[in-house]
């Protein structure tokens, strides 16, 4: 079995694949560089942006394609969690893609205009063919407000916002605790919260989500 097929077998088991040291630091210094000073948390920056191109062209896609040689970044989110900019959020799933455009197919609802972009809850037929990864930039540990995971809960699916604690309950809790360039894969169903940091130390992290296949025509990623 390779590497890439050993990879994919524990991912649909746990539902998470850590590549650790993934990136080096010069990679590191040039993502940080591409995030925008002021950026609110969860940035969602547009394809033409450095950083969305820095992801597409870097070690980032390199490293997820490894073990998904489809995969496809279809939006990058930037967070940096410190003491002036500190949050919490309680167990959840992110369902919401990007689109270009609203079409009013089967199975896509909750449809919401943020920014001029379409957002969507798409069916399970497209959440199972994406990828939800983190990029830490900086150390994450439990006082710095790392984020945590309820390790396997991908495979209860779509989950009722008011039963995800109780479901994740069912499940192992792992903090994200990572160093500067590991990169964690998750599946998008994965239960995860997000604490508050504890302490001053900058914990800054994107989010990158793949695709593994298109969307149905005539729907295209944003």
């Known amino acids: 079995m390779s590497d890439a097929d050993t990879g994919r077998a524990g991912f649909e088991q746990h539902g998470c694949l850590w ?31 450095p950083l969305f191109r820095a992801v597409a062209g870097g070690r ?11 995969a496809r970044p279809v ?29 009013d197919l089967p199975g896509f609802g909750a449809w919401s205009l943020k920014s001029g972009i379409w957002h969507c809850e798409p069916p399970e037929s497209v959440l199972s063919n994406m990828l939800f990864v983190r990029v830490h930039l900086d150390e994450h540990t439990r006082a710095n407000g790392g984020m945590e995971i309820a390790v396997g809960s991908h495979r209860e699916g779509r989950v009722l916002a008011a039963e995800a604690a109780r479901i994740a309950g069912r499940y192992p809790v792992e903090t994200t605790v990572a160093e500067a360039g590991d990169v964690l894969v998750l599946a998008m169903h994965t239960l995860h919260r997000s604490p508050a940091a504890q302490d001053a130390d900058a914990r800054a992290t994107l989010r990158v989500d793949f695709a593994l296949a298109p969307l149905p025509a005539p729907l295209q990623w944003a």
């Open 60 to 70: 980032v896609t390199e490293t997820v394609r490894s073990v998904w040689p489809a």
């Open 75 to 103: 939006r990058v989110l930037a967070f940096n969690k410190t003491d002036a900019s500190n949050w919490q959020l309680g167990w959840h799933q992110d369902r919401v893609i990007a689109v270009d455009r609203r079409v």
């Open 19 to 49: 590549f650790r040291r993934a990136i080096d630091t010069p990679e590191i210094e040039h993502l940080k560089q591409c995030i925008e000073p002021g950026t609110h948390p969860g940035h969602r920056v547009d394809r033409e942006h």
